[in-house]
Structure formats: C-alpha cells, structure tokens
C-alpha cells in the first residue's frame, strides 16, 4: 500500500458575483408619441386677445412636438411592423392590460409603473392599446430622447387633461429623474408615467436613490410588470401567423396567399418574429406560385433582403448603379447601415456620413436619397434629418452584419463623431450585443477609442452614463469598457457632487476591476465606496443601507481575490446581516439580494475551511432563489443555477458527492440552454458548473463519465483565457488540474504529465503576483505533478516538487492550522513514499511520523474523513521501520494500521479490502521476523483469502 497520494476534486467554483446588479439593458422597439392637433390658419377677423391665445397655443402645440416621440414614415415593406401602424389587430396580454388599466384608473395609485421584457415581445404596441382602451378623457404622449426634461410642463401648456406618458428605451434616459421630478409635483391632476425596459438594471436600482418623491415613487412602483414571449395562453404561434398574413397582404394591397407553411421550430416566439413571418409569407407569395414555405428563425433575414430591394430599386431609378463611378451593390448596402447607425441633424451632416462608405462619394444626391427612403419623423424639425430603417431589431441585425464585414466601413463610422452620432451609435450597438455577439466583439474592439473621442466633447458625463447603462452586464466581451466607463464617469464627477454619486461609480468601478482579474486595483476603490456610504447609511438608513450592503459584498470579494479571507469573512456578514433585515421589510423587493449575499458568506466560510457551517447558508440562498425562478423562470433562472453550484462545491467539500451530483447536474443542466442562447453572458458560469459536475462525477469513482466533461472545460477556459487572461488564467489551471487527477486515476500517468504541467507553469506565475491568493494551489498542484513524476519512474525529477510543496505547505499550516494541516499531511506522506522509494527510508521515517502526528489530530477531530489517511501512514511508517530494522518499532503502527483498516472494509469492502490485505501481509512479515511464526501465519492467511476472495470477484 506504499504509494503516493494525490489530492482530487478540490478545485471548484469559487464566489457567485450576485452582489450588484450593473446591467441596463436597452429594448429594440421604435417611438410613437400622440399628441394634440396643432392649431392651423387663423382667421384675421378674430379679437386680438383671442388671436394671441390661439398663436400661443399654436406656439404650444409646436413645442410640444420638440418632446415627443411622433411616428415615423417610411416606404420599405419592414416598416408595417412598427407598432404605430397597427397593421395586424392587438392580441392577447389582457393580464397585464387589466393590471395596468386598473392602476390609471385608481387615483390611489402610484404614478409609476415599469414594463420590460427582450425587445420584440410588444412592449410599445401594450402601451399603445392601454392608450386606446383608456378612451377620449386621456391623453398619452410618448416622451422623445433628451425631452424629458420639461415634456410635462410642454404638456401641460397644451392640455389639461389626465395623461398616460410613456418612455421607451428607459435604461438610456439621462434626464428621466428630472421628467419623475416634475410629475411628482404636478399636483391634482392625473399623470401616470409607464417605463419601457428590457430589465430592470442598475439604473432601476439608481432610480430608487434619487430624491425622497422619486423614491417614493419607484417604491410603490414595485416590481413591475415583465412581458412573457408567449402572447396569449392556449394560442398556438402557428395561428398567430395565420391570422396576420390577411391583415399585412391588405396592407400591400394584395391577395393573401391560399397556402403557406410555417416552420416554427420551438417556442414560444416574440410576437414581432411571428407577424415578420407573416409579412414574410406575404412578400414571398408576390414572386412564386404555389405553397409558400416560411422558417420564422430566418424572418428577419428574409426581412432584409426585401429591404435591400428596395433600396437598390430606388436607386437604380436615380440612376445610381450605372456608369463607371455608379455605386456598387455592396456600397449601397454600406450607406444604409451608416445612415442608420449614425443618423445626421442636417443635409450638410448627411452627406459627410455618405462620404464615410468606402468607394463612395459625398453626395447631396444620396444624403436626399437616404432621406427618401427612410424620412425622419413626421414634425421633427429639429431633430434629425434622417430617420432609420425599422424595427431595430432589423436594423441592428444590418448594422453589426455590414460593421463586422468590413474593417474600413468600421473605422469609418466610428471615429470623429460629434456627441449626438456617438450617443446614437454606441446605444445601438450595445443593444444590439444583447442577441448578436458581433455587436459586442465591435463595441469591446472600438469602445475605448470611441469612449476618448466622446470625453473631449461638450457634455460628455451624461453621454458616458447613458452608454454604461445601455451595455449588457455581465459580458465578457464588454467587461474592459464597463471599467474604462465608469473610472471616465467618476474622474468627470463635477466638484459639487454629492457623496452618494461619487460612491456608486466607486462601487461600479471596484465590480469590473475584480471581474477583471485586478483585485489590488479595486480594493482602494470599493473601500472608498463602503467608507462612503457607511456614513451615508448612518443619516440615511433607509436609502442608503442597501447600496451599503452591496459595497459590503463587493468588498469582501476583493479581499478574497487577494488571499485575505479572515478580512473578507466579517465585511459579508455585516451585509447578510444588512440585507436580511431589509428582506424582512421588503421581500418582494430585497429577497433576490439576500440570497446574493448569502451565496458570497458561503463562499466566504468555504474558503476559510468551514464548510459545514456553509452548508446551511448555501442551502437559504438555494431556497429563496428556487422560489423566484418558478415564478419568474426566464429573470432568475441564472441566479438559480449560480447558487446550485455553489450548494453543490460544499456538498463535495463535506464529502457528500452522492448529495452534490443532481445539485450540480440541474446547475449545469439551466447554464448550458442559457449559453447557448447567451454565450458572451453565460460562457464562464458554464464552464464552472461543468467543472464542479466533473469533479463530482470523479469523487463517485465515476472516471469515465468525468473525463469527457473535463476535456469539455478545459477547451473552453483555454478560449476564454487565450481573450480574457487576467481573469481565466486561474480558471484553466484548476481545470487542467482536474483532468490532470482524472487520468491518472484512469491509470493514464503519461497522458496527465503535460496537462499538470502546464497547470503547475500557470500557478507559479501566479503566485509570484499575489502569493496569498494562489501559493496554497501552487503545492496542491506541486503535490500532484510530484505523484505522476513518480509514476512514471522519474523519481529524481518527482523529489525536489515534493519537497518544494512541503515548504510550501508548512508555512500555510502555520498560519492556517485547520484550513492546511490536511495538505500538509498529504504532503508528507508523499515525501516519504518518494524518500523510501529512491532508498533513502532513514530520511523518509521522520518525515512519515510528522504525517502520522497530524493526522492523528485530523482524526480526533474528523475521524470519518480521516482514517483512511492515517491508516496509509501507518502502513508506510511501519514499512520504514521495517526497512531500518527496527520491527519491534514498526509492530504498533502495523498493527493499529490493520485495526483501522479492518473496520472500513467492514463499512466499505470493495474500496478497502486491497489495502487491508496488504497491511496484513506485512503485519506478518513483521511478526516472523519477531519470532512470532503462528500469529504471523495467521496474519499470512488471512491477506490470501482476502486475495483470493478479491480475484475471485
């Protein structure tokens, strides 16, 4: 039994990053506002008071058109999908119409109300039918970008009437406190103001600390109202398709086709993917006979190409694809992507953006036809000359597909822009990064540059705040602009910011930089934040506690990336302690933050070797999560997935593999559909929860099933460190590790030599940068590389990594006595095995009987985790004594060997009868040689009928 022994299944995932929420996510829905008439000729025989009356209503009814969102015309067959077209009849979502209809007409209610769901499941055409039902004795207007400002009081010059104001693309208003500001003071008449989202981010949070009224009114907004992808219950897709294609065919006076088909795929679809399908089946009935075939997955591709048809119809009429220097097909598909990406205020901007088409020219002849074929919104005087091709959703799929294929037309349209093209842009593509990832890989590429330009611009904080908010959050890909953004957002802070202001974009910062890898950079900054705000709660309980707690937990992260787990542990009890008082108040509200904070205290016991008291926290922060993800699957299902990971690591480390392996399988099972929906957001908690799935299957001696899974992540922490080393590096070491443990125990020690190798190159880099974080992994993985080393015969090249980690080791024993003395132990016992196999066993003994000191102490303690340990090192002490001729020394520990031994093959025979019998062959041995034959026969004869029974087996 003298063999050495490795150390598996120790490298799992680490902290949870559910402490703050950074994200704001943009919807793709186009803007609609309706407003009163505008007031026409007027007659020169009215009396003068009158006539003045009537021309600053006149006057009135115009600026109100400054702060409104009008409607938007257009040609192209793309733009019957725009929710003010009202093509196809409203559908379905009477839950939530009944919901909101109640709260306008309550006057008890609250005067907010959020709406969110992914762009194209009919956010803005709700809006509009609650609009509709609410009648004649309302009135709703739909709030421009940068009008929010005094939209109400521009309003109220105009009518006096109750009003449903609504604002799209929420997350990316920079004025919308001052908008909440003015309708919380607009006392006696009705006003009820409705948010349009794709969730409810940082900025909703942000929202909530503004002044006392706005607070009070995003607290009694709640929750909000999240739109589902299926439109009605019961109704099949397939029918909602049937239904449309008579309404979009009347549309383009044409005759529906008799049939057609729909390859639907899996549901449910946005609705805006369906009634593209129908207008899809329509378009393509015009050009063939026969059934029509239609694959909603390629809708908007089809979309597209009708579109692209109509813009090289219109200008082959204007002649422009004839003659030598005609534009090309590819030009023109080129300048719509540019138009619609940047837009311009006026003619003379038009044809500078026109310009910017590589092999194009700047024309006033195409700036007019680029305004031709998509005009700016009806009254937009002074607005923007261009409008865009619509929905987003096909705009942003044209934009990031012509930007990703062509290097020059990138640089081109996003460099030298002037603040209002820069906002537009970036806010686009950051929408657009949510469902295409080329989006995000031209945003992480270009946005530093871009970010600079747009910091020497007037204004540039609330162009910056806005484009942080609009990014998706978590991204790999935008994680280094999520940092450069918020560090340019806090240096522009003006000198009379308040403390509350200056803590949020310090809190923000230290988020990315330790997702970043640089925890020594964020350390000083969440410090700051939590100074900050720990005085803010101290004035201000109520409104500053919760962002306490959370710069508490981002702290406490901080420090455990930097080794420092006896600092990290108190910082994230004080915010459990925080936000469980804040969950008892508010459940709805703090319930998804409680269980954040207690997944990071577990981690927190966990890293400092107290597992069984994680144990209990991992298992709150799973039930809380469970119950919001069956309510709400499609919002929390990923918080879920993350807590059941970190539920399934302390499992492993209270050797309960059997409990851990469906935790872990349900984790891995959610994270995997939501990669593949979501890879740039979703990649890494995959390749954690495959990880630990790997590392669970092997601690249930499970190593063919484990190998797959392991090779699995270690290609994919290679991609992502190969992208992101700083943050990955770590990552793929303990994935190497694991698969380095796995073949061996498959036997396979030439096959697991490289792999650790290259494991133990990383830790050593590592652990010259930050000795604290990451030297206890260095002498694991030391250990491990020494046993293969041994394995294979290389025993001169296994010593010196078994001494290195026993150095290594002793000092962490040291200072973290019941965290490493097990290592230790380990390591020891290694050592010795290596010792006694280069002939060296008097150099080995002493070395073993250290191992054999601890691991009485560990069994004291744990004797069910540990026995088997010492039994081993018993064995081998007696083996060296033995060896030494010294066997009235070696008789005691062989004989305590075979005692323990003995009673784990009654518990578990097919795990310890091998070993059982080999301590008894050798408790022989030892009885000869001490003139002690009978006792050593029996002895003897017994380990061969132990054999025998095993080879019989």
């Known amino acids: 039994m003298s063999s050495w022994v490795r150390v598996s299944g120790a490298f799992m995932v680490g902290a949870v990053a559910m402490g703050v929420a950074v994200a704001a996510i943009t919807d793709d829905k186009p803007l609609l506002t309706v407003v009163g008439a505008v007031v026409g000729g007027v007659v020169s025989t009215f009396a003068p008071d009158l006539l003045d009356r009537m021309r600053e209503k006149a006057a009135a009814t115009e600026a109100l058109g400054a702060a409104a969102e009008l409607t938007p015309e257009g040609s192209g067959p793309a733009m019957l999908l725009h929710a003010s077209r009202g093509v196809v009849p409203f559908e379905g979502r009477e839950r939530e119409l009944e919901e909101l209809l109640a709260w306008c007409r309550n006057s008890e209610a609250g005067r907010l109300r959020l709406l969110t769901g992914p762009g194209g499941v009919g956010k803005s055409r709700l809006a509009l039918e609650l609009a509709r039902r609410l009648g004649p004795g309302w009135g709703y207007l739909e709030v421009r970008d940068d009008g929010e400002a005094d939209a109400l009081a521009r309003w109220r010059a105009v009518e006096q009437r109750q009003v449903l104001m609504v604002v799209d693309y929420a997350e990316t208003r920079t004025g919308l406190s001052q908008l909440l500001h003015e309708v919380a003071g607009d006392e006696g008449r009705r006003v009820r103001v409705l948010l349009l989202a794709r969730s409810a981010g940082e900025w909703w949070q942000q929202l909530g600390g503004e002044s006392a009224r706005v607070r009070q009114m995003v607290a009694k907004a709640g929750p909000g109202i999240e739109l589902a992808e299926q439109v009605r219950a019961g109704k099949p897709d397939r029918n909602l398709v049937a239904e449309a294609v008579p309404y979009f065919a009347a549309a383009l006076g044409v005759e529906p086709p008799e049939t057609f088909w729909v390859e639907l795929g899996e549901g449910p679809h946005r609705i805006l993917d369906l009634h593209a399908a129908a207008l899809v089946v329509v378009l393509r009935s015009q050009r063939r006979s026969g059934t029509v075939s239609v694959s909603v997955g390629h809708v908007l591709e089809e979309l597209l190409g009708h579109e692209r048809r109509y813009w090289l119809q219109t200008a082959k009429a204007r002649r422009f694809l004839r003659g030598p220097f005609g534009l090309s097909v590819r030009v023109v598909e080129q300048t719509v992507a540019a138009g619609t990406l940047l837009g311009a205020r006026d ?261 400092l070797g107290r597992s069984a008291d994680a144990l209990p926290v991992e298992q709150e922060a799973v039930t809380i999560l469970r119950e919001l993800a069956e309510a709400y699957p499609d919002h929390y299902s990923p918080e879920l997935a993350r807590s059941l ?94 698969l380095g443990v796995t073949l061996a125990a498959l036997g396979r020690p030439a096959d697991a030599l490289p792999v650790e190798q290259e494991a133990v190159t990383i830790l050593r880099q590592l652990a010259e940068a930050y000795p604290d974080r990451y030297r206890p992994e260095l002498a694991r993985y030391l250990l491990n590389l020494g046993v293969t080393l041994s394995e294979l015969g290389r025993l001169t090249d296994a010593l010196p990594v078994a001494e290195e980690a026993v150095t290594v080791l002793r000092e962490l024993a040291e200072a973290y006595p019941d965290r490493y003395r097990p290592d230790l132990a380990r390591s020891l016992y290694n050592l010795g095995v290596t010792l006694a196999a280069l002939g060296r066993p008097a150099d080995a003994l002493p070395v073993e009987q250290e191992a054999v000191t601890i691991r009485r102490q560990l069994v004291e303690a744990y004797p069910d985790r540990y026995r088997p340990g010492l039994a081993r090192s018993l064995y081998n002490l007696g083996v060296y004594f033995s060896e030494l001729g010294r066997p009235a020394d070696a008789l005691p520990v062989e004989q305590e060997a075979v005692t323990i031994l003995r009673e784990l093959a009654e518990a578990y025979p097919d795990r310890y009868r091998p070993d059982l019998a080999d301590s008894l062959y050798n408790l022989g041995e030892t009885l000869s040689e001490l003139g002690r034959p009978a006792e050593a026969a029996d002895m003897s004869q017994e380990a061969e009928q132990i054999r025998a029974n095993l080879d019989g087996c």
């Open 645 to 738: 990971t970190n539920l399934g690591n302390r499992l492993l480390e209270l050797s309960r593999p059997a409990d851990a392996l469906p935790v872990t399988e349900e984790a891995a099972t959610i994270l995997r559909e939501l990669a593949e929906a979501y890879p740039d957001r979703y990649r890494p908690d995959l390749t954690s929860s495959l990880n630990n799935l790997g590392v669970t299957l092997s601690e249930l001696s499970r190593l063919a099933d484990a190998l797959p899974v392991q090779q699995e992540v270690v290609t994919l922490r290679r991609q992502l460190a190969e992208a992101y080393p700083d943050r990955y590096r770590p990552e793929l070491a303990r994935s190497l590790y694991n």
């Open 347 to 607: 003619r003379d901007q038009a044809v500078e953006v026109a310009g910017r088409v590589p092999d194009s020219v700047a024309s006033g002849v195409v700036a007019d036809w680029l305004r031709e074929l998509y005009p700016p919104r009806e009254g937009e005087d002074d607005g923007e000359w261009l409008g865009r091709l619509q929905p987003d959703r096909l705009a942003e799929l044209h934009v990031t597909r012509q930007l990703a294929g062509s290097a020059e037309l990138l640089q081109a349209c996003l460099g030298d822009l002037d603040e209002r093209q820069a906002r537009r842009a970036l806010v686009m593509l950051a929408r657009a990064a949510q469902q295409l990832e080329g989006a995000g890989e031209i945003l992480q590429r270009l946005l530093p540059e871009v970010a600079s330009e747009v910091g020497s611009i007037p204004a540039p904080r609330e162009t910056l705040i806005a484009l942080y908010e609009a990014l998706p959050y978590p991204s790999l890909l935008l994680a280094e602009a999520h940092a450069l953004l918020a560090r340019r957002i806090l240096d522009s802070a003006p000198p009379d910011a308040g403390s509350g202001e200056r803590a949020r974009w310090l809190s923000s910062l230290g988020i990315h930089l330790t997702a970043l890898g640089r925890p020594a950079d964020a350390l000083s900054v969440t410090e700051e934040a939590v100074t900050l705000r720990r005085k803010l709660a101290a004035a201000y309980p109520d409104r500053y506690r919760p962002h306490l707690a959370n710069s508490l937990l981002n702290l406490g992260e901080a420090l455990s990336e930097l080794g420092r787990l006896a600092d990290a542990l108190p910082v994230t009890e004080e915010a459990v302690t925080i936000l469980r008082e804040l969950a008892e108040t508010y459940p709805d509200r703090y319930s998804l933050d409680l269980a954040a904070s207690l997944a990071n205290l577990g981690v927190r016991l966990s890293e």
